[in-house]
């Protein structure tokens, strides 16, 4: 399987998931330093799993498809792709910059585009696959300063259910995850009175962990949905219903 973002949150979460049932797993991720990508690594190797890291832009579409041309040149098929890596460039509309706004755009939507196009054909010819895209709840539901992380998120779930009628017939399934709160280094960042207010909000009265989310993506990667398709799943307690 191959996974965006897989170096730490939710990603590293789902490496472990897919690693728990002897997945070869490739990750990419972003950042210069190397720490936390090796810190998923240690802890797969760890459960005697193969598993790489490699650093990619997802934002870049050249990049993206050199990458994939590479796996799949080497390995021949990718059976699941995760598209989860993302990113805040919050800032209320008024004072949102046009960088503010590209970035989010750029590497939430546009990246999961890059990786869902250049992995698609090879799923084509094996006839089988499975796509899951990391949406949010904020897709859904909007939130102020998230104008642009809400836009990309929204975009995602009309891609997935677009991208899903196409490949329906081809033994490829597409979906969506939309996470609520999760105890992540992203909602790290939120200040204290936004997490209040959130967690006001949430029924079940707690922030869900990234295992939570993991479950989920690896349940709709399994045999067992073979017939789920074009479904946004939210794991969120109750903070959108
Ligand atoms: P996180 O802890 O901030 O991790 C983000 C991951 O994305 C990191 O692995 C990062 O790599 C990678 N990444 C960022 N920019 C990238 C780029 N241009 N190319 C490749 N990789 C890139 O985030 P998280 O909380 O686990 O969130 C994971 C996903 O769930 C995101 O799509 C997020 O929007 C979504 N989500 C999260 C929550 C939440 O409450 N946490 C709720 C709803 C949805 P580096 O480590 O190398 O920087």
């Given at each position: ?17 897919f ?64 598209n ?39 799923m ?14 904020i ?19 009309g ?9 329906a ?44 989310v993991a ?5 709709l ?20 219903m």
């Amino acid at each position: 399987m191959v996974i965006t973002g897989g170096s730490r949150g939710i990603g590293r979460a789902v490496c472990l998931r897919f690693a728990r049932e002897g997945a070869r797993i490739i990750f990419v991720h972003y950042d210069p330093d190397d720490l936390k990508a090796n810190e998923t690594l240690g802890l797969v190797d760890k459960m005697d799993v193969e598993a790489r890291a490699r650093k990619l832009d997802i934002s870049s579409f050249g990049a993206v498809e050199a990458f994939f041309q590479e796996v799949v040149g080497e390995f021949q098929r990718v059976d699941v792709l995760v598209n989860n890596a993302g990113i805040t460039r919050d800032a209320f509309l008024m004072r949102m910059s046009e960088d503010q706004w590209d970035q989010a755009l750029l590497v939430n939507l546009k990246g999961v585009f890059n990786c869902t196009k250049a992995v698609v054909k090879s799923m084509v010819k094996e006839r089988s696959g499975r796509i899951i895209n990391i949406s949010s709840v904020i897709g859904q539901i909007g939130n102020i300063g998230q104008s642009n992380y809400a836009a990309s998120k929204a975009g995602i779930i009309g891609f997935t259910k677009s991208v899903a009628r196409e490949l329906a017939t081809r033994g490829i399934t597409v979906n969506a995850v939309a996470p609520g709160f999760i105890n992540t280094e992203m909602t790290e960042k939120l200040p204290d009175k936004a997490r209040e207010t959130f967690l006001a909000q949430i029924p079940m009265g707690r922030i869900g962990e990234p295992d939570e989310v993991a479950e989920v993506v690896y349940w709709l990667a399994s045999v067992t949905t073979n017939y789920i398709t074009g479904q946004v799943i939210h794991v969120n307690g109750g903070l959108y219903m």
